[in-house]
């Protein structure tokens, strides 16, 4: 059972940063994914950015260039730094990990998901 924790969420100005984090505990044999996903209201889940082990990372669109994420691999966790915040980027942002379990099976978990609201 692997478990994820974000923190990070919150209000900020249009044009402002905001950084996520996220922390996977549990039993696994390894990490291969992790990143972040969001979902806005009415909108289904759309992929924000995701890095695997050897620190290739692919980025939804609407973020190329203000987001970046990044990992450390030893210590289980990744980050999403987000700059030039819009209003459009508010969404319930969800950390997420595909790894190999203990019995050689590849599974995916989700975090509880971290609100991000951008506006005055």
């Known amino acids: 059972q692997v478990r994820l924790v974000e923190s990070g969420g919150g209000l900020v100005q249009p044009g402002g940063s905001l950084r996520l984090s996220c922390l996977a505990s549990?039993?696994?044999?390894?990490?291969?994914?992790m990143g972040w996903y969001r979902q806005a209201p009415g909108k289904e889940r759309e992929l924000v950015a995701v890095?695997?082990?050897?620190?290739?990372?692919t980025y939804g669109d609407s973020v190329k260039g203000r987001f970046t994420v990044s990992r450390v691999n030893a210590e289980n966790r990744a980050s999403l730094q987000m700059n030039g915040l819009k209003p459009e980027d508010t969404a319930v942002y969800y950390c997420n990990a595909g790894f190999i379990s203990q019995y050689s099976e590849y599974l995916e978990v989700w975090g509880q998901g971290t609100l991000v609201t951008v506006g005055t």
């Open positions: 890095m695997d082990r050897t620190a290739i990372a």
């Open positions: 549990g039993s696994f044999a390894v990490i291969k994914t």
